[in-house]
C-alpha cells in the first residue's frame, strides 16, 4: 500500500523525519533536536537541508504516519503488542496495522525481559536469586548495568563470580530459550522483534557491571574468576579501566601514579588523545615537567597507533597497580569515595 499515492516517491526514514521537522517548524524541530545526539542531528540537518519542495501531500502522509506510529506505540506501553495490534486493527484494518507494528517493532528494537527494567533492582533480587546462575545471567545480560550491578552486588559471594563469567563468556541466546526464560518469570511472553539470534552479554557487558559495583565486589570477583579462567581475567582488566578515565581519578592520586610511569610512555599516550586527558595531567605536573613534556610530544613526529595504546596499556597497569595496593582509590560505584 503506496501512503503517498503514485506521484510521490517512497522515502527513507531519515527523509520523512526530514519531511516531519519542516513540517512542525523552527520552534518545534528545535525542542526535538534537544533530544538527539549530534550524530543525529548532524544526518537529519543535512537530509533538511537536501529538502528542497515539499508537497502538501507528502507533508500530510508523513504526518499522519507519525500519528499513526506515536499511538501504536501508545498502546503498545499501555497493555503489550498483542493489545495495540488489536486496537490498530480495529481501527485501520489488519493490513495496516500489521505494516504500523512491523515499523514500530523494528525502529523501538524491543529486547527481552524488557518488563523488568522498570522493576526495582531488590525486588527483582528476590525474583531471580534462587534461579540457575545461568538463567541469572541471561536476565542481568539484558539489563541496564546499573541494575545489574546491584543485584550482583547482592548476590551470595560464592554466586557472584560465576554469574560474572557466564555473562563475559555469553554470546548469542536463541529466541525460544529467550521464550522460555520469560515464560517462567513473567508467565506471559514479552514479544520478540525478530526471530533472529540476539546478541546479549560478553566481555563488555560484564566490565559495564563491573565498573558499577563497590570495589571489594569487583575484587572479589576478579581474584575468583583469576584462579578459573586467567585469560578471561586478563581481558577483563584490560577494559576495566582505560587510558581517558584519568580524568576521574584525583589530582593527589594522579600526581602519585606520574611519579611511577615512564616519561617516554606518557609522551606516547598524550600523543593521541582528547585536550580534558592532557589538561589533566599537565595540571599535575610542575611547569618545568609540563614544558618539557609538551616539547617531547611536539619533536616526536608521526606515531603508529599501536604503540600509543600499548603505552596508555601500560599507565593504566601502573594505576591498577597502586590501586590494588591501597595507594590510591578509584571513584567506581556506590559505596566508594575518592582517595582523601
Known amino acids: 500500500m503506496d501512503m503517498y499515492g503514485e ?110 527494567h522498570k522493576t526495582d533492582p531488590g525486588q527483582l533480587l528476590n525474583f531471580i536469586q534462587n534461579e540457575h546462575p545461568q538463567t541469572i545471567a541471561l536476565i542481568m545480560a539484558y539489563l541496564d548495568p546499573d541494575q545489574a550491578a546491584t543485584i550482583l552486588t547482592s548476590l551470595p559471594g560464592d554466586r557472584q563470580a560465576e554469574v560474572a563469567k557466564r555473562i563475559a563468556v555469553m554470546d548469542r541466546t536463541s529466541p525460544e530459550v529467550l521464550r522460555e526464560v520469560e515464560r517462567v518469570l513473567e508467565r506471559k511472553l514479552s514479544a520478540l522483534v525478530t526471530q533472529d539470534f540476539t546478541d546479549a552479554g560478553g566481555v563488555k557487558a560484564i566490565v559495564e557491571v563491573l565498573n558499577r559495583v563497590d570495589r571489594t565486589t569487583e575484587k572479589g570477583i576478579v581474584e575468583a574468576l583469576e584462579v578459573d579462567d586467567p585469560e578471561l581475567t586478563e581481558e577483563i582488566k584490560k577494559l576495566m579501566f582505560v587510558f581517558e578515565d584519568i580524568v576521574m581519578i584525583d589530582d593527589r592520586s594522579l600526581q602519585l601514579v606520574l611519579r611511577e610511569v615512564d616519561t617516554k610512555d606518557l609522551s606516547l599516550a598524550l600523543k593521541a588523545t582528547n585536550q580534558d586527558v592532557q589538561a589533566k595531567v599537565f595540571k599535575n605536573m610542575s611547569k618545568r615537567a609540563g614544558d618539557m613534556l609538551r616539547e617531547e610530544i611536539e619533536f616526536m613526529g608521526p606515531v603508529k597507533i599501536r604503540d600509543v595504546e600499548e603505552a596508555q596499556q601500560r599507565i593504566v597497569n601502573v594505576i591498577r597497580k597502586l590501586e590494588d595496593k591501597g595507594e590510591i582509590v578509584i571513584s567506581r560505584g556506590k559505596g566508594d569515595e575518592m582517595i582523601v
Open 7 to 116: 506521484k510521490e516517491p517512497e522515502l527513507t526514514n531519515t527523509q520523512k523525519a526530514a519531511v516531519l521537522f519542516i513540517t512542525l517548524g523552527p520552534e518545534y524541530s528545535a525542542m526535538l533536536f534537544k533530544h538527539m545526539n549530534d550524530e543525529e542531528i548532524e544526518k537529519l540537518t543535512l537530509e533538511i537541508a537536501n529538502q528542497k519542495q515539499v508537497s502538501v501531500e507528502m507533508k500530510k502522509a508523513v504526518v499522519s504516519e507519525f500519528y499513526q506510529m506515536l499511538m501504536a506505540r501508545n498502546y503498545l506501553s499501555t497493555g503489550g503488542l498483542e493489545y495495540a495490534q488489536n486496537v490498530l486493527e480495529k481501527a485501520l484494518g489488519s493490513e495496516k496495522a500489521s505494516l504500523i507494528i512491523s515499523r514500530l517493532t523494528t525502529s523501538l528494537q524491543v529486547k527481552p525481559f524488557d518488563f523488568l
